[in-house]
């Protein structure tokens, strides 16, 4: 079964740190899928704020997180994580962890976040001023 969980989420004060934890079933692994982390918060569009390009190794982040955020993978669990500091209220929303099938060649995260085809249901992210 091909299936994602996010956890991690959680209510801070801006200014502090969450990670995100997303496991991923045993048919996605890091040889057969590209690994992204995408947020949707109220009345924006789906934004993709970073990625591992699994051809390389390269971490790819979103300018409106470059700096604060890290993302990672441990591939012996399959898991990809989302280490998230100095956070603001702009961060707020639902994080959603997505595959995307390597064999349909790698797309930048500023591409439609629906060339990512596999997608969990989200963890929330709530930040106060």
């Known amino acids: 079964q091909v299936r994602l969980v996010e956890s991690g989420g959680g209510s801070v004060q801006a200014g502090g740190s969450l990670t995100l934890s997303c496991a991923a079933s045993?048919?996605?692994?890091?040889?057969?899928?590209?690994m992204a982390w995408f947020r949707q918060a109220p009345r924006k569009q789906r934004e993709g704020v970073a990625a591992?390009?699994?051809?390389?190794?390269?971490?790819h982040y979103s300018d409106s997180v470059k700096g604060r955020f890290t993302v990672s993978l441990d591939s012996t669990e399959n898991t990809l994580y989302l280490r998230m500091a100095n956070l603001t209220p702009e961060d707020a929303g639902t994080y959603l962890c997505?595959?995307?099938?390597?064999?349909?060649?790698?797309?930048?995260?500023?591409?439609?976040?629906?060339?990512?085809?596999?997608w969990g249901r989200g963890t929330q992210v709530t930040v106060s001023s």
């Open positions: 997505a595959a995307r099938d390597r064999s349909l060649g790698w797309k930048n995260l500023d591409a439609d976040p629906y060339e990512y085809h596999v």
């Open positions: 045993k048919v996605i692994t890091p040889t057969r899928y590209y």
């Open positions: 591992i390009n699994t051809d390389d190794g390269t971490l």
